[in-house]
């Protein structure tokens, strides 16, 4: 299944604890890719452009072997791709999936930093970063939603609008920053976290989505 890795991802207890309580801890079924898709050591690459039902894939020195459960009656498609390099297997596996477009040339000019803590702290960190030379392009910032104290630890509100609390003036942060040729990045997903009571919530899209009926449950 295509989904988030999860919080624990196999270590235990964390991921029993957390998958009996909230399904957060992921499993050994989950990945981030869409389609079966590997390259191994020896330049070869493999995918499965059409297949997204359960399966099970061993590699060894000499030999290969592929387990799947099929649940749908189309045909299933298998590519090989073998190649002198690393790049050439890496070229055929998107020729199949699909390439992304080239990073824009901004990015290749200076560093794209990470920076998180509310706006107070990320003000300081650049502060200091500025004073220091680093010639910054971008600041990610993946806790513009937010964050809260769960039980299993300090995550983020996922309900992808910016949290006033945590960046109080944030226009003028960034005003601020463009005039140092700096942009500001976010992080988002297509999960949305069910956050009815926490008060930080302007507009709770979760209850928005699933009063119409638009998420797909468990």
């Known amino acids: 299944m295509s989904s988030e890795g999860g919080v624990g991802r196999g270590l235990q207890p ?3 604890i957390l998958n009996t309580e909230k399904h957060q801890g992921g499993s050994p079924v989950t ?6 898709t590997f390259a191994t050591s020896h330049h070869r690459g493999f995918v499965m452009p059409n297949h997204t039902e359960l399966g099970h894939f061993e590699f060894r020195e000499h030999s290969f072997s592929v387990l799947l459960w099929k649940t749908q009656s189309r045909p299933i498609k298998s590519v090989f791709i073998l190649g002198d390099t690393y790049k050439d297997v890496v070229s055929g596996i998107t020729a199949v999936v699909g390439r992304m477009k080239a ?15 509310g706006q107070d702290k990320v003000n300081d960190q650049y502060a200091y970063l500025k004073s220091h030379g680093v010639p910054m392009k971008a600041v990610w910032m993946q806790d513009w939603v937010g964050t809260f104290k769960f039980k299993e630890g300090v995550r983020l509100l996922w309900n992808w609008q910016l949290n006033r609390h945590h960046y109080p003036d944030w226009d003028n942060m960034v005003a601020d920053w463009a005039k140092d040729g700096v942009r500001p990045m976010v992080y988002m997903n297509p999960y949305f976290a069910n956050l009815t009571g926490h ?20």
């Open 14 to 16: 964390l991921t029993d």
């Open 199 to 218: 008060d930080e919530i302007r507009t709770n899209y979760f209850k928005e989505g699933d009063d119409n009926g638009y998420f797909l449950k468990n």
């Open 103 to 117: 990073l824009p040339a901004w990015t290749q000019e200076g560093a794209v930093v990470g920076l998180q803590g």
């Open 31 to 36: 990945t981030y890719a869409p389609a079966y």
